[in-house]
């Protein structure tokens, strides 16, 4: 009874001893008598005792991150450069991983350090600081064909830091300030030429504006001159209109004539043209004065006084 009791408990920790459970996210691969038997995923998995049954590898599905050493990178123009990178990669065949290399990680940090080597050593030295994007896809591109037959997919890679040796980046620094310096000065004669251009161009409509606010002026005068006379002369011609509609005598119209022979005088004229009715119509005046006497206002000569007779009585 004893001995039955001793071989349940060793059965049952035998058996204890071989149930296996496999967190999730997690492949183990199980190798049989030392060759592959199969993988065992996320679960409770019961393994043969005795070492018939072995756990070769255990993979992850997570992504996982390869942080490789700084190393020196010679550019194409022979600038010395140390450049670390950052890989970031996963196992999607548990098999490949545990069979395709000795260590893949390592593999894999060597493959990076060879690699970027290759890539880098293309470019030159202002390519390689402005170029980041492009040696991070060729990088990523390369090592994940390389890979597959390891069983990892290697989903991206970021350089991390570019620097230059000591006396590069201080002729760096000098070609900087020097570049900045001329920055500066085309700044400032772009600024001078653009304020001149901009006085310029504020004379120009300073002077075209005045120039079209004398030419209204002009015309405001012009306008106004020719409405005064377009009204004097339409307030002559009503006062014209009055005249003939009140039907004058010839002795207006004549007056008319004279006050019209005044102004054209203005007190000023020294010589005057009759014109010959107004002539005619004089002499005919005259002639009727002289005839009848009405309208003459020439005063007459004084008689001569008649002598005074002597008083002979008194003499």
Not at 36 to 64: C, M, N, Q, V
Request: a negative charge; one cysteine or more.
């Amino acid at each position: 009874m004893p001995f039955l009791i001793a071989g349940v408990i060793i059965v049952f920790v035998l058996l204890v001893s071989c149930l296996k459970v496999v967190p999730h996210t997690e492949s183990y691969v199980i190798e049989r008598l030392g060759k592959f038997h199969t993988i065992w995923g996320a679960g409770l998995h019961l393994l043969a005792p005795f070492g018939i049954d072995r756990i070769t590898a255990r993979a992850t599905s997570k992504e996982k991150v390869l942080d490789t050493p700084p190393q020196s990178v010679i550019t194409s123009d022979n600038v010395p450069l140390t450049i670390d990178a950052v890989v970031y990669h996963k196992t999607f065949d548990p098999k490949l991983y545990a069979y395709g290399a000795a260590n893949p990680v390592e593999a894999l940090a060597n493959l990076t350090t060879t690699t970027l080597r290759n890539i880098v050593g293309e470019l030159t030295l202002d390519e390689s600081l402005t170029s980041r994007d492009s040696i991070n896809a060729k990088m990523t591109e390369s090592l994940d064909r390389a890979t597959d037959e390891w069983g990892i997919r290697v989903t991206r890679v970021e350089i991390r830091n570019i620097t230059p040796s000591a006396d590069i980046r201080e002729s760096m620094e000098k070609q900087m300030k020097a570049e900045r310096a001329r920055r500066e000065t085309l700044l400032e004669a772009e600024g001078h030429k653009q304020a001149v251009i901009t006085r310029a161009e504020g004379d120009k409509q300073a002077m075209i504006l005045a120039a079209e606010g004398e030419r209204d002026a002009r015309i405001a005068r012009a306008e106004g001159e020719a409405r005064a006379v377009l009204l004097q002369k339409q307030a002559e011609a009503d006062g014209l209109r009055a005249i003939m509609a009140a039907c004058p005598t010839p002795e207006v119209i004549e007056l008319k004539r004279y006050e019209a022979l005044v102004e054209m005088a203005n007190g000023t004229a020294s010589k005057l043209i009759v014109p010959t009715d107004t002539v005619e119509m004089v002499k005919k005046n005259a002639v009727f004065t002289e005839t009848t006497g009405l309208g003459n206002v020439t005063p007459e000569a004084p008689k001569p006084a008649a002598p005074v007779k002597p008083d002979v009585c008194c003499d």
